[in-house]
């Protein structure tokens, strides 16, 4: 978040002389200043200036466009603005939109308030001549309205600047594939091609066999310093720390996974990866001797994207929940196994392995156990754990050959029974409203069956980034229903169809 900025600027005019944009431009930055000292953002904003002309306005949007720092605007009109002054300006901004409707007073000042105060301060209108501008012209952007020292509008205004800095980070976001989707999988699939144009980011294949060379370079040394992490990080049986055993074996060979697969996301630049428990190298050279599960929790945990079975749009959507919630409580999952009981009906959440240790409720625990899935059914290293109860939020992408749909489901997480046969960390969760209704919307929707959870983003954080990539986006929570539920999918598919510019 440090190397990002948000650009705030004050649209107003010069029909009320000079003296009246210095007293605006007083206003602004005294505005900026106190939003940045609140302690509630997490983007630093950086004041631009008033905007009182269509050749002002254009600048600005030029600038912000070609400043990789910046990774949105807030606009506000402090006097009236006239809004065809915007218009040039608009059409040439590619970065997210805030409009803050606020006001420089909170309160009217009833004794002295004269013509000269009204001619200055005229946000009440003036950002609805801007928002009328913004909706003529169907510019997507996030409208807060409050005043600028309340809590409740910082909050808004920082939930967008954590969207804006997961959309920046996603827009030369790299995904390396790491062998091919798992073979006849519809829903992990989908188009490259329209995802790099729409939501950013780059997906490409890496042979197992590249990957191999790193593998085949990682020093011994290296190895035994991270094993030496892993045992002062997580609770584990003494026999683990054993060299002469079959464990401590396995343990380690994780472990240069772990530094093969670190080495090459970061020789590529890549912040995200897929794997495929079929391809695993070639045993007559430099190889994987068990699946990576253990790497791909801790690199899920350090803000690597991860998707399992060459589920890229899961990587990447992982990656961006990272970057969003600044690394608090998020995985990957995947719906696992079903547990009817009624009212508190429920839904096992895991992996084979690959659940992030962020969501965990105590201290991981290490373990080695056989894995009887994949090209290498081998002992396995992974890390084991419950998540941490409480409410939070699990999103996916799917791809529906004409546009792409956001599916987000509000979830409470309960507390499981132990699983002394299934040693695999995991989350058990009510989907919101319930779970019939819960998993009957998502499954209308088309949702995967692997998502993107968090604790701290709410279905807010998707709003806004589903309103900054311009894709549709179909919220579950308490109050759905599925008829209405119908209704909406429905009603998108029209709208999606007539709105050829978002699909
Ligand atoms: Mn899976």
């Known amino acids: 978040m440090n ?5 705030f600027v004050t649209g107003a005019q010069l029909l009320y002389g000079g003296d009246a944009v210095i007293a605006v431009d007083a206003h602004s930055t005294e505005m900026v200043a106190g939003l940045n000292a609140s302690g509630k953002l997490p983007v630093e904003v950086v004041y631009k200036g008033t905007a009182n002309s269509s050749k002002e306005v254009e600048a600005v949007m030029k600038a912000a466009n070609n400043d990789e720092t910046c990774i949105g605007i807030i606009t506000w009109m ?4 006239p809004a065809k002054m915007w218009i040039h300006g608009l059409q040439q901004l590619k970065k997210p939109l805030l409009h803050l409707h606020t006001q420089y007073n909170r309160e009217i000042p009833w004794d002295t308030m004269d013509m000269d105060f009204m001619n200055l301060n005229q946000s009440a209108h003036g950002d609805r ?27 808004k205004i920082a939930v967008w600047m954590r969207v804006c800095a997961g959309w920046a980070d996603a827009q030369d976001m790299l995904i390396l594939r790491f062998g091919d989707q798992m073979n006849n999988v519809a829903v992990t699939d989908g188009d490259k ?16 066999s590249e990957l191999m060379t790193y593998h085949a370079q990682v020093k011994d040394e290296a190895v035994d310093a991270l094993v030496a992490t892993y045992f002062q990080s997580y609770d584990h049986d003494a026999e683990l720390e054993d ?97 009817f009981d009624g009212a508190n009906s429920s839904i096992l959440q895991a992996h084979m392995l690959e659940v992030c240790p962020l969501i965990a409720a105590a201290r991981p625990r290490l373990e080695v156990h056989f894995l ?31 546009r792409f749909r956001l599916i987000v489901n509000d979830v409470e997480c309960i507390e499981p029974k132990p699983l002394p046969q299934l040693p695999v960390a995991s989350a058990l969760w009510i989907p919101m409203p319930n779970f019939e209704v ?25 709003e806004d980034y589903a309103e900054i990539a311009g894709i549709e986006m179909v919220h579950i929570n308490r109050d ?24």
């Open 372 to 402: 009887g899935i994949g090209i290498r059914k081998s002992l396995t290293a992974r890390l084991v754990f419950t998540s941490k109860t409480g409410t939070g939020c699990t999103a996916t992408v799917i791809d529906l050959g004409n």
């Open 78 to 81: 402090h006097t009236f603005s």
């Open 193 to 208: 091609v329209e995802a790099e144009q729409r939501l950013g980011y780059h997906v490409d294949y890496c042979p197992v």
């Open 129 to 155: 001549e801007f928002g009328h501008i913004c909706t003529r012209m169907r510019i997507r952007r996030k409208v807060v309205v409050g005043h600028w020292q309340d809590e409740e509008t910082q909050r």
């Open 480 to 503: 759905t229903t599925i008829s209405e539920f119908k209704k909406e999918l429905r009603m998108n598919e029209v709208y999606y169809m007539l709105n050829k510019a978002l699909c």
């Open 243 to 339: 060299p002469s055993t079959e464990a401590y074996r396995k343990v380690w060979n994780s472990a240069k996974a772990e530094l093969a697969l670190r080495a090459i996301l970061k020789a590529k630049g890549a912040k995200g990866f897929t794997t495929n428990f079929d391809d695993l190298g070639q045993t007559d050279g430099s190889f994987f001797d068990q699946i990576p599960g253990l790497a791909s929790q801790r690199l899920m945990a350090e803000g690597y994207g991860f998707g399992a079975e060459g589920d890229w749009k899961s990587a990447a959507l992982y990656r961006t929940v990272w970057v969003m919630s600044q690394g608090t409580g998020c995985s990957f999952l995947e719906d696992y196994t079903l547990n």
């Open 438 to 462: 819960g998993a009957g919307a998502w499954i209308l929707a088309g949702g995967t069956h692997h998502s993107c959870f968090s604790y701290g983003l709410s279905a807010e954080y998707w």
């Open 3 to 7: 190397n990002y900025k948000v650009w």
